[in-house]
């Protein structure tokens, strides 16, 4: 009998795949036996990660409507079904006080982090899970449903995402199964102010007592997508090490919390998940979500 985690001879697409959690995910997927088709923004990281898993890769933004259309009419031309979409690319565009956000940037928080996931999954529906069904899993963040400093532009566009799956999961049921996962604080490049001044403090205010690994994330995203999960939609997969729990076992200030109040970005700006910033912009994303929002 074939495991229950194994996705062989299935299809997946993986946005913002080329580094951190996406590329983990990306990873976890051709390991467990899924055909993977990856997107980002750099063309030549993507034609390097597509070739590492063996599968295929378009570069371009989510952003764009186009582009996703070309994403999915890639995966069903060379894989003939699409079968897991996993949305992970994403903003914190702007990062600060809303009081300062530029409406521009609202609105390209909100067209990356949730109008992308939801033209993705309409494009992937029509062209193949409509008819023979399949999983989606939304990468959002432990911080979707509270509040943090300098972050409520990603927070609340990230609590849309949320919104978004459990929508999704009632409208694309029983074919297609919707879930999320929602991490704390990972070790990613961008997320290192976060970690890096003093790691060892950051892992002793979580229950489990240290930071997660991209592949904490991965895993959870690849038993979501799997047959393991068959009864499973409209969820959301807390990996965050007991972030929401710490509270129970001490009374310190989260630190988490105090590095983002102190944090200046250049620009006050972030990137794209796991995707490369213009070369004239200092990076200031903080990973694949924000901890503790």
């Known amino acids: 009998m074939t495991p229950p985690y194994r996705l062989q001879g299935r299809a997946a697409i993986v946005t913002g795949a080329t580094r951190g959690i996406g590329h983990a995910v990306a990873r976890e997927l051709a390991a467990a036996g899924a055909l993977v088709c990856v997107t980002a923004r750099d063309a030549e990281v993507v034609r390097r990660t597509a070739a590492e898993l063996g599968g295929v890769g378009v570069a371009g933004s989510v952003a764009d409507p186009d582009h996703l259309r070309a994403v999915v009419d890639l995966a069903l031309r060379e894989f003939g079904r699409i079968d897991v979409v996993v949305n992970?690319?994403?903003?914190?565009?702007?990062?600060?006080?809303?009081?300062?956000?530029?409406?521009?940037?609202?609105?390209?928080?909100?067209?990356?982090?949730?109008?992308?996931?939801?033209?993705?999954?309409?494009?992937?529906?029509?062209?193949?899970?409509?008819?023979?069904?399949?999983?989606?899993?939304?990468?959002?963040?432990?911080?979707?449903?509270?509040?943090?400093?300098?972050?409520?532009a990603y927070g609340t566009s990230k609590a849309a995402l949320l919104h978004l799956t459990g929508q999704l999961a009632g409208e694309l049921g029983p074919r297609v199964r919707v879930n999320s996962v929602s991490p704390g604080l990972v070790r990613t490049e961008m997320a290192r102010f976060v970690w890096e001044p003093g790691e060892e403090e950051v892992a002793a205010g979580l229950p489990l007592g240290r930071i997660g690994e991209p592949e904490d994330v991965a895993r959870a995203v690849v038993w979501l997508a799997s047959d393991a999960a068959e009864w499973i939609t409209g969820a959301d997969l807390?990996?965050?090490?007991?972030?929401?729990?710490?509270?129970?076992?001490?009374?310190?200030?989260?630190?988490?919390?105090?590095?983002?109040?102190?944090?200046?970005?250049?620009?006050?700006?972030?990137?794209?998940?796991?995707?490369?910033?213009?070369?004239?912009?200092?990076?200031?994303?903080?990973?694949?979500?924000?901890?503790g929002a």
């Open 88 to 152: 992970n690319a994403a903003t914190n565009l702007p990062y600060g006080s809303l009081m300062d956000v530029d409406p521009l940037a609202w609105r390209e928080a909100f067209t990356v982090n949730v109008e992308a996931p939801l033209r993705l999954v309409q494009c992937a529906w029509h062209a193949w899970m409509g008819e023979h069904g399949g999983a989606v899993v939304n990468v959002c963040t432990e911080g979707a449903t509270h509040v943090g400093p300098r972050i409520g």
């Open 238 to 291: 807390l990996v965050d090490g007991g972030t929401r729990v710490r509270s129970a076992g001490t009374t310190t200030a989260y630190t988490v919390h105090e590095r983002l109040r102190a944090h200046e970005p250049t620009q006050g700006r972030g990137e794209l998940r796991d995707q490369p910033p213009p070369a004239d912009r200092r990076r200031t994303d903080l990973g694949y979500h924000l901890p």
